[in-house]
Structure formats: structure tokens, C-alpha cells
């Protein structure tokens, strides 16, 4: 697996800032991120790519509300909607990514793979829900949520009222030694999207899905570890990280290791709101035998593979051995 990596893209990578999320929309943005990973497999990479999909779930189950029972279409639960949105997604970026390698002279060697990710039923996130999804309501609507529909609702920052859901932690990718398959065999292999389809094992040695949305980037990180991919990549809207973010002493990190990374969450520079998820995946990752993580924008995808940016972070470096004394 050398010269391998699983790059995770962003679902509002598909969605920029002002765009509306047409299909139209999402394609073009697809095309421009899957040039760079084209370019990457062309000069001999093998790629896993995953992706988010906050967006896109958030309009899968805004249509099932604005329906209503009353049309006799039933509503989508969340491990649907994920279902439901990797199938799209995949179908986006698929298509992008056979275009783009296609005209690289790289035929039919894209692979989307619907992917399942078991969790424990006992996860705390089960009772403690945290993950804002879907529109914002007001105070008024989101009380009605409350009472009809049993929702969890958190205020989301001075803009409304958002449902919350469970995040549970993955802990098992169902189709890895697939998806192992495909990349051993020369796939650029897309999976795990949106965190992967939450299921839980059922005592008849099957799987049940259930109502959570798991963290894209911990999915990723484990996907990586469970391939035995050394490099992941989690891209982002920015170029490098930053402590100090957007404040007069901003100052960009083009490497740090573990422990520096958990001192800057422990001082609040990565808030849970934007970088933290991403440096929290990493040091899993990399306190569970991985080897390097990127952190870059999609466009910066080449120059950061090359090392001219992006940000790396790094296992701690073994303490050098201590020799017996010359005297």
C-alpha cells in the first residue's frame, strides 16, 4: 500500500458558500476536486476517496418533511438518508472521477462502493445526541419538533434551532477487504460516504442499521487503518492549519506531531465547530499505526502531496536510545 492514500473530501465541497446545491452546481464543483486526485492517480497513485454529506442529507430530509405523511411517501429514517446520499454522491463524484481519469488516458476504473459501519448500541452518543443536522427552525417550530416528533434541538448559534443526533464512534468498516480488493486491483474506490451507513451486529451474525450520522473524518481514519493505507488526507477550505485563526498573530503550521497537535486542542485553537474533528481523526489514526496526515484544501492537493503545502501531522518521534557512557 505504499503510495496510497484515503483523501476525504467535504460534503460542502460539493456546495460552496453562496451556491444553492443544484445538481448542476454539485457537478462542476465534483469536477474541479476530482482533476486533482485524477492528477494524483496519473503519476501512480492509488487513491480511496470518501466524503461528507451534511448538505446533502440536510435536503433528504427536507423534502420527506415538506411531503408530509399525508402524501402516503414515507419518511426516510438517518441511516437511509445516509444510504440514500452516498448512491448520489458517489454517482457525482463517480462520474467526475471517469471523466477526468478517462481523458487521462485511465478507462472505466472508478468504483463506488456502498459502505456499512458498525457501532456499539452502547455508545454514549446514543443518549447524549450532538450532531446538528437539517434547516434551522424557530423557537416556535423547533418546540413543535420537540413535542411531535421526539426530537433532540439545540440552539445553532444565533441562527435557529437545529435537531441533534447521535455521533457514535465507528469501529468497524463491514466491506474493507472489498474495498481492499478494488485498490489492490488499480481502483480509484469511493466509500464510506457520509461516515458510512450506521449499523449495528444483530445477534444473528447480521447487521441492523440505526438512527446516527458517524464523523466522516473518523470513518476515514479508520477505513485507512483497516486498508493499511499509510497517508490520509482530510481536506478542507483552507490551505494549511492555523493557530490563532483569523486573529492579527494568525501563523500557519506546515508540521506538527502528536502531542503538539493535542496541546493546541487542549488550549481550544481547533474549536468542534471546524478544525478539532479533523486533528482528533489524525491523532487516531496516527496512535493506531498510520503514518502521516495531510490536511489541505482540494485544490491544493498536488502541491501538498509534492510538499509545498498543507499541513502534516506526524507520529511523536521515538525517543533516541541512550548509549553507555564513553568515559
Known amino acids: 500500500m505504499e503510495r496510497s492514500a484515503v483523501i476525504a473530501i467535504g460534503g460542502n465541497a460539493l456546495i460552496l458558500d453562496g451556491q444553492k446545491g443544484s445538481i448542476a452546481e ?27 454529506n451534511g448538505p446533502q442529507v440536510g435536503f433528504i430530509l427536507l423534502r420527506s418533511e415538506l411531503i408530509g405523511e399525508s402524501s402516503g411517501i414515507p419518511r426516510l429514517s438517518l441511516d437511509m438518508s445516509v444510504a440514500d446520499s452516498q448512491g448520489g454522491i458517489g454517482h457525482i463524484l463517480g462520474n467526475a472521477l471517469l471523466n477526468e481519469l478517462g481523458s487521462r488516458g485511465i478507462s472505466d476504473q472508478v468504483a463506488c462502493i456502498l459502505t456499512h459501519v458498525v457501532v456499539d448500541p452502547a455508545d454514549a452518543a446514543f443518549r447524549e445526541p450532538t450532531k446538528p443536522i437539517g434547516p434551522s427552525y424557530d423557537a416556535e417550530e423547533a418546540d413543535r419538533k420537540r413535542r411531535d416528533e421526539g426530537w433532540a434541538m439545540v440552539e445553532d448559534s444565533g441562527r435557529g434551532y437545529r435537531r441533534i443526533v447521535p455521533s457514535p464512534h465507528p469501529l468497524r468498516i463491514v466491506e474493507a477487504e472489498q474495498i481492499s480488493s478494488l485498490v489492490a486491483s488499480g481502483f480509484v474506490v469511493i466509500a464510506a460516504g457520509g461516515g458510512g451507513i450506521p449499523v449495528v451486529e444483530t445477534a444473528s451474525a447480521g447487521y441492523r442499521g440505526v438512527e446516527a450520522v458517524i464523523d466522516k473524518d473518523l470513518a476515514s481514519a479508520l477505513l485507512a487503518g483497516s486498508l493499511g493505507i499509510p497517508l490520509l488526507v482530510l481536506s478542507t477550505g483552507v490551505e494549511r492549519v492555523a493557530i490563532h485563526f483569523r486573529q492579527p498573530d494568525e501563523r500557519y503550521l506546515d508540521r506538527l506531531t502528536v502531542t503538539e497537535a493535542r496541546g493546541y486542542l487542549a488550549d481550544g ?31 491544493n492537493l498536488e502541491e501538498a502531496f509534492a510538499g509545498r503545502s498543507g499541513t502534516r501531522i506526524v507520529a511523536d518521534p521515538a525517543l533516541a536510545a541512550v548509549g553507555p557512557s564513553d568515559k
Open 26 to 52: 454539485q457537478f462542476a464543483n465534483a469536477t474541479e476536486t476530482a482533476s486533482h486526485i485524477a492528477s494524483l492517480v496519473a503519476d501512480g497513485w492509488r487513491v480511496v476517496v470518501t466524503h461528507g
Open 269 to 299: 485553537e481547533f474549536p468542534k465547530g471546524s478544525m478539532g474533528p479533523k486533528v482528533e481523526a489524525a491523532i487516531t489514526f496516527l496512535e493506531h499505526g498510520g503514518t502521516e496526515v495531510l490536511i489541505t484544501s482540494p485544490a
